[in-house]
């Protein structure tokens, strides 16, 4: 009766036990401190002489040491991290994919576990061990090594034991349930969030478009009087040094030596052929100056797309050019940029998007280029036929991207740029454009060794035929 007593007692300090472990689990805020707590709980619950707990890589090839737990003082906690290969653990990969526990007779010489299997076991002296699976949902993301040297003193494995163990276990996978979903809403937060940034930024861009088309269309005007009154004036100024070299003439002719030297006075005074030749190259620049005006105004609107918004027959080395232009002010402290673009065959498409294509391209090289190694900084911008495609390729010389991340660069809010100095968004957003043109446009890059991106685009007549 004493004996039945103490045990039901013992049951039920096992059951508050188990409570307050759910809880802590419950306020756990990581896989890893789950781990912790999991192992501890273990060897105080079940009085296991250890426990560990190892979780799947990213990629659940293998298991990886999180956590420990002994009666004993552990000598090993640097092999917390220790990766192992599943497939080199057929014992514990068959636990994870049946998503049920075994348990092993360690000290048995015909013994499943082989020597990779036993690096979860911290002592060498284990007699059996339960291996549970680690389950978030019906997904394993784990497995846990509960060991026991079996002393006379001590009781081996029961039902008791074995259930107490999956009830743990049960535990710390709703506790990881919980943790990964609160993961996942703050990753869509934090997406909301980027997409509301650039739901911003694309309307400051629309509104900086709009403006750049009004500026445009208002300075093109006086701009173009400029143009055409330089026109006049440099015919007028023509008329009147002709004018005036035919008075002069007539001078020599007919005047006296005194009248002569009065005119050659005067034209030291007011410096005639200095003023000759000031004025042949001050109208020059002058020119040269009021034609970039224009060349920046037709930039400008045809980069904002301004009334163009059905496709037509684009050639693309001139969207190119006109987005290099618009660019080039932003880049010419950290690269020189080198084009080769021969006249192509046209494509389908709209202008103004296209634009944008290029524009984000080059714009995101330039944000990766060191302006301290300027002027090693080096664009090339290449273009050519190929089959029934017209291709564009972009080259730098930067600092290349990292294979871990190159398959990401196209992904909507993926940025590897400081807080505040980038979306996330260029890239996709011309990867999007590239796709609704059926373009393809793909990258290829090696760190230290730079990066190209090579689009293509279906010439028109080809891109006619397949939608035939």
Do not use: W
Request: aromatic share 6%; hydrophobic share 40%; with cysteine.
């Amino acid at each position: 009766m004493v004996k039945m007593m103490e045990h039901d007692r013992q049951r039920v300090h096992n059951l508050e036990k188990v409570l307050e472990a759910s809880e802590e689990l419950g306020r756990a805020r990581s896989c890893d401190e789950i781990a912790e707590i999991l192992a501890a709980r273990y060897v105080d619950i079940i009085k296991a002489t250890y426990s560990s707990v190892a979780l799947l890589t990213d990629y659940g090839k293998s298991l990886q040491l999180r956590a420990m737990s002994s009666i004993r003082p552990l000598k090993e906690k640097k092999r917390l991290g220790l990766e192992l290969p599943l497939d080199d653990m057929p014992l514990l990969k068959s636990i994870i994919n049946r998503r049920d526990d075994i348990l092993v007779e360690t000290g048995n010489p015909h013994s499943e576990l082989n020597d990779k299997e036993r690096e979860l076991l911290l002592t060498s002296s284990t007699k059996s061990a339960l291996f549970p699976p680690l389950l978030a949902g019906d997904k394993p993301i784990g497995i846990i090594a509960i060991g026991e040297e079996r002393r006379q003193e001590r009781e081996s494995f029961n039902k008791n034991k074995i259930k107490v163990a999956h009830v743990l276990a049960r535990q710390a996978g709703i506790a990881i349930e919980n943790i990964n979903a609160y993961m996942d809403l703050q990753d869509t937060m934090d997406k909301l969030q980027k997409a509301y940034l650039a739901m911003i930024q694309q309307d400051k861009m629309l509104a900086i478009g709009r403006l750049a088309a009004g500026m445009a269309h208002e300075i093109n005007n006086p701009n173009a009087y400029v143009l055409s009154n330089l026109s006049t004036l440099q015919e007028y100024a023509a008329d009147l040094f002709r004018a005036y070299d035919n008075a002069r003439r007539l001078a020599d002719k007919y005047a006296s030596s005194e009248e002569i030297k009065c005119l050659e006075q005067i034209e030291r005074e007011l410096g005639i052929e200095e003023m000759r030749d000031d004025y042949t190259e001050l109208m020059a620049e002058v020119s040269e100056g009021a034609k970039r005006i224009a060349q920046i105004i037709n930039d400008l609107r045809y980069f904002s797309g301004e009334g163009e918004k059905q496709e037509q027959l684009l050639d693309v080395s001139e969207i190119v050019m006109n987005s290099v232009n618009v660019i080039r002010s932003h880049l010419k402290h950290k690269a020189s940029i080198e084009t080769d673009i021969p006249p192509l065959p046209p494509i389908k498409g709209n202008r103004a998007l296209l634009g944008q294509v290029f524009f984000n391209i080059l714009l995101n090289a330039g944000d990766f280029l060191d302006s301290e190694k300027f002027p090693h900084n080096k664009l090339n911008i290449k273009g050519l036929e190929e089959a029934e495609y017209v291709v564009v390729m972009i080259e730098d010389n930067g600092p290349g991207i990292d294979s871990d991340i190159i398959g990401r660069i196209f992904e909507p809010f993926f940025t590897t740029k400081d807080v505040g100095k980038g979306t996330g968004m260029g890239l996709a957003v011309a990867h999007d454009i590239v796709r609704k043109h059926d373009g393809m446009i793909k990258v290829k890059s090696k760190p230290n060794e730079g990066t190209q991106f090579i689009l293509r685009f279906p010439k028109a007549s080809e891109k006619k035929d397949n939608q035939a």
